[in-house]
Nanobody
């Protein structure tokens, strides 16, 4: 079973950038598709981005062109590069793992990190 730990969150001004990391324990990280999700106060969790085992990516329309998901299987780490941040990107960001195939549905992911707070000031 893979365990995930996010890092890299923080406070940034609108227009700034952050890179989130998702460190995975265990030697089977390469067999997991990875997703990033976020949850803002008072809102439901929403899909942000996914990356497949082969590196194919998918993004929510709200972050397309600004965020980039990637993974380094040799380092057992996934990343979410966030550029041109907006106040509406403020949320707790979670990485999640799912065996084999990615999905935009958070309910299909069996492994979750603890989350990292991202706050974008205007």
């Amino acid at each position: 079973q893979v365990q995930l730990v996010e890092s890299g969150g923080g406070l940034v001004q609108a227009g700034g950038s952050l890179r989130l990391s998702c460190a995975a324990s265990g030697r089977t990280f390469s067999a997991y598709a990875m997703g990033w999700f976020r949850q803002a106060p008072g809102k439901e969790r929403e899909f942000v981005a996914t990356i497949s085992l082969s590196g194919s990516t998918d993004y929510a329309d709200s972050v397309k062109g600004r965020f980039t998901i990637s993974r380094d299987n040799a380092k057992n780490t996934g990343y979410l590069q966030m550029n041109s941040l907006k106040p509406e990107d403020t949320a707790i960001y979670y990485c999640a793992g799912k065996r084999f195939f990615p999905s935009q549905r958070g309910s299909e992911y069996g492994v979750w990190g603890q989350g990292t707070q991202v706050t974008v000031s205007s």
